[in-house]
């Protein structure tokens, strides 16, 4: 089955960067589509980035637009998502996520495989 693990998560001060990274394996990378979600403590899963098999598609959220970048390496079987120009309030676990279509990327159920999260904190 096809398996998502994030890495590169972590504590950082605001203003900071940091990237993300997705590795996928047990399928074809390049037919999926890619999404970034995150969820911070009492809220719900909030979407963040999407991007399609060729990564020139691509969707981000409003909340983090000029700031986050998301994008793809088909030969390494990995996605990424540059975080810049951190806040506190991107706190939250961050979660990889596969789709076999390209649809309405913001919706939960679009997608068919998720990772376990990765943390990320970003202090004042």
């Known amino acids: 089955q096809v398996q998502l693990v994030e890495s590169g998560g972590g504590l950082v001060q605001a203003g900071g960067s940091l990237r993300l990274s997705c590795a996928v394996s047990g399928g074809t990378f390049s037919n999926y589509n890619l999404g970034w979600f995150h969820q911070a403590p009492g809220k719900e899963r909030e979407f963040v980035a999407a991007?399609?098999?060729?990564?020139?598609?691509?969707n981000v959220g409003d909340s983090v637009k000029g700031r986050f970048t998301i994008a793809r390496d088909n030969t390494q079987n990995t996605g990424y998502l540059q975080m810049n120009s951190l806040k506190p309030e991107d706190t939250a676990v961050y979660y990889c996520?596969?789709?076999?279509?390209?649809?309405?990327?913001?919706?939960?159920?679009?997608?068919?495989?998720w990772g376990q999260g990765t943390q990320v904190t970003v202090s004042s």
């Open positions: 996520a596969a789709a076999s279509r390209w649809s309405d990327m913001k919706r939960q159920s679009t997608y068919e495989h």
């Open positions: 991007c399609d098999w060729s990564g020139i598609a691509r």
